[in-house]
């Protein structure tokens, strides 16, 4: 089943949790935070406070995609917070393996992303341990952004990687998803679809979360 994993980074912060229970209300799996520290990535985002009362009005799966340096110095806390998929980037830590097996001892779903820069062959040997790749379609840092083509490529040398060898691994792509181009992820062989501006700044979200939907069934 593909899920629908839209990002909050574009909603109305200061409505947040009206925001969350459209998402509930439109049955969508996912809900996407990002978490920028300024040194990752050139922007600041939101972080503890904000997940921690996000948790407390929703008992949506909370996707949550760290973009910052070193998260090893975080996992403990992120674990607690009550998020549900720890994601963070491959190109931040030579830590992986710890960080891996910590976020997986306390029983939470762990992901991995790699940049647009990164080659999709470094991170195929994490594969067998992940719940979830995560492959960025636009540089991380801001929502709204073009959507980078050569990422479909990548979706597609993953998805083949992980159906021959019978992985259970989720295989997401954030940055850049519109109306329009979706399809081209699906066949590529995502499975989670990130959506931040293409849902968060439409009049009616409801109904864009519905559009993304019927497309997605024909998949
Ligand atoms: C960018 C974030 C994305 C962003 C996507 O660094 O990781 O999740 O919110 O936003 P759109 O869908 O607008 O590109
Ligand atoms: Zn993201």
Not at 29 to 52: A, L, R
Not at 120 to 131: A, F, G, H, Q, S
């Amino acid at each position: 089943m593909i899920k629908l994993s839209p990002s909050i980074l574009s909603a109305n912060f200061v409505r947040l949790e009206e925001e969350i229970k459209i998402l509930e209300k439109e049955g969508i799996e996912y809900v996407h935070i990002d978490v920028m520290d300024g040194m990752f990535v050139p922007n600041i985002s939101i972080g503890m406070p904000v997940i921690k009362s996000i948790r407390k009005v929703t008992n949506l799966t909370l996707d949550a995609h760290f973009m910052i340096e070193k998260p090893e110095r975080y996992i403990d806390e992120f674990i607690s917070l009550g998020c549900d998929i720890i994601n963070f980037h491959y190109e931040a830590t030579d830590k992986h393996n710890e960080i891996i097996k910590k976020i997986k001892d306390a029983n939470k779903k762990v992901g991995m992303t790699i940049k647009p820069k990164t080659s999709y062959k470094e991170i195929l040997p994490y594969l067998k341990d992940l719940d979830l790749v995560l492959v960025m379609s636009v540089e991380p840092g801001f929502g709204g952004q073009k959507f980078m083509e050569d990422s479909l490529e990548k979706v597609s040398e993953i998805r083949k990687y992980i159906n021959e060898n019978n992985l259970k691994c989720e295989l997401e792509i954030d940055g850049g998803i519109k109306l329009d181009n979706v399809e081209k992820a699906l066949k590529a062989g995502a499975d989670v679809i990130v959506v931040g501006s293409d849902i968060f700044e439409k009049e009616d979200k409801a109904l864009a979360i519905k559009q993304y939907k019927d497309i997605f069934e024909k998949f």
